[in-house]
């Protein structure tokens, strides 16, 4: 979203604000009206500085939402009193509970443990939980402390020190602070700040950090794009120091720095750093200078300025020890995702037409398989298998305009990696604002909400916030301002991106691949022995033809296995039923997979089909014989369920077993078969089809 005021200009206007925290109305950082500091006071009920002891998640009574419980130890009270002195239960909405995550846009996220601050808190409003607090106005509940930097940040505004921050709140407040216990921590820190500012200032520091290039300078965040630092003093191991980047959710006020995992080496003349799009408090890197902190505290910022073009949204784990970045499945019959109006936004016609413009685009630029469906019958936001769009009822926090939840679920594929997917997303929006709904331009005093529609649009879309006026993705909006087209090199580059190496592709676990829009449905069959793919088309847009390729082998994802052109056809038929056909099939199992041609001759292609194109009737397997440890068994099932497999040897003695649920149609299976020594072998296959045996033979 465009945020067309300066910085200079943004942080001059905090300072004439003063003490009363007043931020002009019309600038909204991350969809988020900006809170003045007076009124967080007046409206908490309990003001703490404290530290976040643990998380863990939890689902509320109707297995509807996740929220995260988190621990805090108190160590001032600014405001109110506690009920008592043990740690205070802190719920967050979003988490993980088992492999089911929801993430929140515009919204706090759970807390790292350690994480300090000042906690403005009221109890907690969700019904279905244990009780405990929640921050009021959400992320605007809480300023962060930055220990390292001795400094502190929330969404709205930067503070120059942890005190600032603390003096304002207290001043605010009107109560003297309740001290409970010593903060060691924030103490000692404060001490190596002033430590290191005052050997600074009497350059004491003969080898002090320097940057003097990085590359490249334009890149991407989340997609697993590497930054090589190069300079001088970075120390030979990082230790406790890292690499800062910008904070695109805040335009970068404030620095979000790379997770312990992101380090790939770290030597005093060069530093490599994955560029992450979920940094420390859950933060992707923007556009600005980056940072380096060595071991010992001291610091130093680049000359040159670090470009992200786009940031593809990333999955933690529990423990903290990977990311995924998620992909989308087929949810309905089409190969897409069908969103619902709620009855509250349904009666809104002007919004409902300004969402469709915003979904309408997405799916024309980049191909995400999006459509409407029916109106459902309740403004619920909430993990239902309905991907719903609605106006606020209620459950919106304060000064958050509008927010996208992605309901992830996780699985195991069959090397026992963790892929997670989007099996569902809700969007909601806020009541509050003077938003003009279009076709008309929005102008002065207003908010254009297709802007809005089209930014949260791409969340969904499994994008995050950059630093790049003009583009979608941009973190910030103003009144008045008109952004209504995706950027073709940063908002359409991202989300193709996210289509063509996670959705449109099977990742080994988890629901069907989605198919690239405008496809509505994609089979492959035998007619008259001719190995044939059928495929329908609605309402064609981003698209020239179409491309048939058949695969030389049976791992499509090996370079060796390689693809061939066997046939085509362009784009336009009116019906938008089409068939291809391979002239010149060749026996046994191969994979066919279908291209659609774009205007700007790309190919985004569907998920592979097998198909048994000499037509043998049965299950096969293959290599037989049995050259390496894994084995493909072509398995055809005639309906859903569970296949038996039993391994017995030349002896009729049986070796192993292993159950295995199929859907209905053509089954690829790989199976293990390290454990099989040389010899002669008998695969018994078992199901409600009855049962058959295969011979193999393991070399």
């Given at each position: 979203?465009?945020?067309?005021?300066?910085?200079?200009?943004?942080?001059?206007?905090?300072?004439?604000?003063?003490?009363?925290?007043?931020?002009?109305?019309q600038?909204?950082?991350?969809?988020?009206?900006?809170?003045?500091?007076?009124?967080?006071?007046?409206?908490?009920?309990?003001?703490?500085?404290?530290?976040?002891?643990?998380?863990?998640?939890?689902?509320?009574?109707?297995?509807a939402?996740i929220?995260?419980?988190?621990?805090?130890?108190?160590?001032?009270?600014?405001?109110?009193?506690?009920?008592?002195?043990?740690?205070?239960?802190?719920?967050?909405e979003?988490?993980?509970?088992?492999?089911?995550?929801?993430?929140?846009?515009?919204?706090?996220?759970?807390?790292?443990?350690?994480?300090?601050?000042?906690?403005?808190?009221?109890?907690a409003?969700?019904?279905?939980?244990?009780?405990?607090?929640?921050?009021?106005?959400?992320?605007?509940?809480?300023?962060?402390y930055?220990?390292?930097?001795?400094?502190?940040?929330?969404?709205?505004?930067?503070?120059?020190?942890?005190?600032?921050?603390?003096?304002?709140?207290?001043?605010?407040?009107?109560?003297?602070?309740?001290?409970?216990?010593?903060?060691?921590?924030?103490?000692?820190?404060?001490?190596?700040?002033?430590?290191?500012?005052?050997?600074?200032?009497?350059?004491?520091?003969v080898?002090?950090?320097?940057?003097?290039?990085?590359?490249?300078?334009?890149?991407?965040?989340?997609?697993?794009?590497?930054?090589?630092?190069r300079?001088?003093?970075f120390?030979?191991?990082?230790?406790?120091?890292?690499?800062?980047?910008?904070?695109a959710?805040?335009?970068?006020?404030?620095?979000?720095?790379?997770?312990?995992?992101?380090?790939?080496?770290?030597?005093?003349?060069?530093i490599?750093?994955?560029?992450?799009?979920?940094?420390?408090?859950g933060h992707?890197?923007?556009?600005?200078?980056?940072?380096?902190?060595?071991?010992?505290?001291?610091?130093?910022?680049?000359?040159?300025?670090?470009?992200?073009?786009?940031?593809?949204?990333?999955?933690?784990?529990?423990?903290?020890?990977?990311?995924?970045?998620?992909?989308h499945?087929?949810?309905?019959?089409?190969?897409?995702?069908?969103?619902?109006?709620?009855?509250?936004?349904?009666?809104?016609?002007?919004?409902?037409?300004?969402?469709?413009?915003?979904?309408?685009?997405?799916?024309?630029?980049?191909?995400?398989?999006?459509?409407?469906?029916?109106?459902?019958?309740?403004?619920?936001?909430?993990s239902?298998?309905?991907?719903?769009?609605?106006?606020?009822?209620?459950?919106?926090?304060?000064?958050?305009?509008?927010?996208?939840?992605?309901?992830?679920?996780?699985?195991?594929?069959?090397?026992?990696?963790?892929?997670?997917?989007?099996?569902?997303?809700?969007?909601?929006?806020?009541?509050?604002?003077?938003?003009?709904?279009?076709?008309?331009?929005?102008?002065?005093?207003?908010?254009?909400?297709e802007?809005?529609a089209?930014?949260?649009?791409?969340?969904a879309?499994?994008?995050?916030?950059?630093?790049?006026?003009?583009?979608?993705?941009?973190?910030?909006?103003?009144?008045?301002?008109?952004?209504?087209?995706l950027?073709?090199?940063s908002?359409?580059?991202?989300?193709?991106?996210?289509?063509?190496?996670?959705?449109?592709?099977?990742?080994?676990?988890?629901g069907?691949?989605?198919?690239?829009?405008?496809?509505?449905?994609?089979?492959?069959?035998?007619?008259?022995?001719?190995?044939t793919?059928?495929?329908?088309?609605?309402?064609?847009c981003?698209?020239?033809?179409f491309?048939?390729?058949?695969?030389?082998?049976?791992?499509?994802?090996?370079?060796?296995?390689?693809?061939?052109?066997?046939?085509?056809a362009?784009?336009?038929?009116?019906?938008?039923?089409?068939?291809?056909?391979?002239?010149?099939?060749?026996t046994?199992?191969?994979?066919?997979?279908?291209?659609?041609?774009?205007?700007?001759?790309?190919?985004?292609?569907?998920?592979?089909?097998?198909?048994?194109?000499?037509?043998?009737?049965?299950?096969?397997?293959?290599?037989?014989?049995?050259?390496?440890?894994q084995?493909?068994?072509?398995?055809?099932a005639?309906?859903?369920?569970?296949?038996?497999?039993?391994?017995?040897?030349?002896?009729?003695?049986?070796?192993?077993?292993?159950?295995?649920?199929?859907?209905?149609?053509?089954?690829?299976?790989?199976?293990?078969v390290?454990?099989?020594?040389?010899?002669?072998?008998?695969?018994?296959?078992?199901?409600?089809?009855?049962?058959?045996?295969?011979?193999?033979?393991?070399?």
């Amino acid at each position: 979203m465009h945020f067309s005021i300066q910085w200079r200009g943004w942080l001059l206007g905090l300072l004439l604000a003063g003490i009363s925290g007043r931020v002009a109305a019309q600038q909204l950082p991350c969809l988020l009206l900006p809170l003045s500091a007076s009124e967080r006071v007046k409206a908490a009920s309990l003001i703490v500085e404290a530290e976040v002891l643990d998380a863990r998640g939890e689902w509320d009574a109707h297995h509807a939402r996740i929220f995260t419980r988190q621990r805090l130890r108190v160590f001032r009270v600014l405001k109110g009193a506690l009920p008592d002195t043990a740690a205070l239960p802190l719920l967050v909405e979003g988490g993980q509970v088992g492999l089911a995550r929801q993430d929140l846009t515009n919204t706090l996220r759970p807390q790292p443990v350690g994480q300090q601050g000042i906690f403005f808190l009221v109890p907690a409003p969700w019904a279905g939980v244990a009780p405990g607090y929640a921050a009021y106005a959400s992320s605007q509940g809480l300023i962060t402390y930055n220990l390292a930097q001795g400094t502190a940040a929330e969404p709205a505004r930067p503070y120059g020190s942890w005190a600032e921050a603390s003096q304002q709140t207290a001043q605010l407040s009107g109560q003297p602070p309740q001290v409970l216990r010593a903060n060691l921590r924030l103490a000692a820190a404060a001490r190596h700040v002033a430590s290191l500012t005052a050997a600074a200032n009497a350059t004491q520091r003969v080898l002090a950090p320097a940057i003097t290039a990085f590359s490249p300078t334009q890149t991407t965040a989340g997609t697993g794009a590497v930054l090589t630092i190069r300079g001088s003093g970075f120390g030979a191991s990082r230790g406790s120091g890292g690499v800062d980047f910008r904070n695109a959710d805040d335009g970068g006020t404030s620095t979000t720095r790379a997770l312990d995992r992101d380090y790939l080496s770290w030597t005093d003349t060069q530093i490599q750093v994955l560029v992450p799009s979920l940094a420390s408090n859950g933060h992707p890197a923007g556009t600005g200078v980056v940072g380096v902190t060595t071991n010992d505290g001291t610091s130093t910022t680049s000359a040159a300025t670090l470009t992200i073009v786009y940031a593809l949204s990333n999955v933690d784990n529990t423990a903290g020890t990977f990311t995924d970045r998620p992909n989308h499945i087929a949810t309905n019959a089409t190969g897409g995702l069908t969103f619902h109006f709620s009855p509250n936004f349904s009666t809104n016609a002007a919004a409902g037409a300004a969402w469709q413009r915003g979904l309408t685009q997405w799916r024309c630029a980049t191909g995400v398989n999006w459509e409407l469906g029916a109106s459902v019958t309740s403004n619920a936001i909430a993990s239902d298998n309905n991907n719903v769009v609605a106006f606020d009822d209620g459950t919106l926090p304060a000064r958050v305009l509008g927010r996208t939840t992605s309901y992830y679920q996780g699985c195991y594929n069959a090397q026992g990696q963790v892929v997670f997917y989007v099996n569902e997303i809700d969007q909601q929006f806020t009541t509050s604002l003077p938003f003009q709904f279009g076709p008309g331009l929005a102008g002065p005093g207003q908010y254009d909400f297709e802007s809005v529609a089209v930014h949260e649009l791409g969340h969904a879309q499994q994008l995050t916030h950059l630093i790049r006026p003009g583009a979608i993705m941009h973190y910030g909006v103003v009144a008045s301002a008109n952004l209504r087209t995706l950027s073709p090199t940063s908002d359409i580059a991202g989300g193709r991106l996210v289509l063509r190496t996670r959705s449109f592709r099977n990742r080994g676990c988890g629901g069907a691949p989605m198919l690239p829009a405008p496809l509505t449905a994609l089979t492959s069959s035998l007619v008259a022995g001719v190995p044939t793919v059928s495929f329908s088309t609605r309402a064609e847009c981003f698209l020239t033809g179409f491309v048939l390729e058949r695969s030389a082998g049976l791992d499509t994802t090996a370079t060796s296995g390689g693809w061939q052109a066997v046939a085509s056809a362009s784009a336009g038929l009116a019906s938008g039923q089409y068939t291809l056909a391979d002239p010149r099939p060749v026996t046994g199992l191969h994979y066919y997979r279908l291209g659609l041609r774009r205007p700007d001759g790309s190919i985004d292609y569907a998920a592979p089909l097998p198909l048994l194109s000499d037509a043998v009737a049965g299950a096969q397997a293959f290599p037989n014989p049995i050259t390496g440890n894994q084995l493909q068994l072509a398995y055809p099932a005639a309906a859903a369920g569970d296949l038996v497999l039993r391994f017995y040897d030349e002896l009729g003695r049986y070796h192993r077993g292993q159950r295995i649920a199929v859907p209905a149609g053509l089954n690829v299976l790989t199976l293990d078969v390290s454990d099989l020594r040389p010899g002669f072998y008998i695969l018994r296959l078992t199901s409600d089809q009855g049962s058959n045996s295969i011979k193999l033979v393991r070399l």
